[in-house]
């Protein structure tokens, strides 16, 4: 069973950057589709981005399109999320998730089975 550790987290003003990285278990990385998710006080969590399994297809919420970039590294079973311009309502826990079924060339945003254990992202104002 593939296990996923997040890290990079922390606090940060608003305007300023931060980069989450989620390592990945295992040796079937490649063929899992990886995602980040958040999730803030008193709200229910939601997807932020999500990549294909060659990492040639990224996909992004609304709220984070043009400030957040994910990316992934099969060599390095590793999935990564570039923060900029980081504003305080991206405040929340943020996780790190696998889809073991998926396909090459499409991109998930729900039917993720493994969770990494999420890292705090703190923005203030």
């Known amino acids: 069973q593939v296990q996923l550790v997040e890290s990079g987290g922390g606090l940060v003003q608003a305007g300023g950057s931060l980069r989450l990285s989620c390592a990945a278990s295992?040796?079937?990385?490649?063929?899992?589709?990886m995602g980040w998710f958040r999730q803030a006080p008193g709200k229910e969590r939601e997807s932020v981005a999500a990549?294909?399994?060659?990492?040639?297809?990224?996909g992004y919420a609304d709220s984070v399109k043009g400030r957040f970039t994910i990316s992934r590294d099969n060599g390095k079973n590793t999935v990564y999320l570039q923060m900029n311009n980081l504003k305080p309502e991206d405040t929340a826990v943020y996780y790190c998730?696998?889809?073991?079924?998926?396909?090459?060339?499409?991109?998930?945003?729900?039917?993720?089975?493994?969770w990494g254990q999420g890292t705090q992202v703190t923005v203030s104002s």
């Open positions: 990549i294909s399994l060659s990492g040639y297809m990224p």
């Open positions: 295992g040796r079937t990385f490649s063929s899992y589709a």
């Open positions: 998730a696998a889809r073991t079924q998926a396909s090459s060339g499409r991109i998930y945003y729900t039917g993720y089975n493994i």
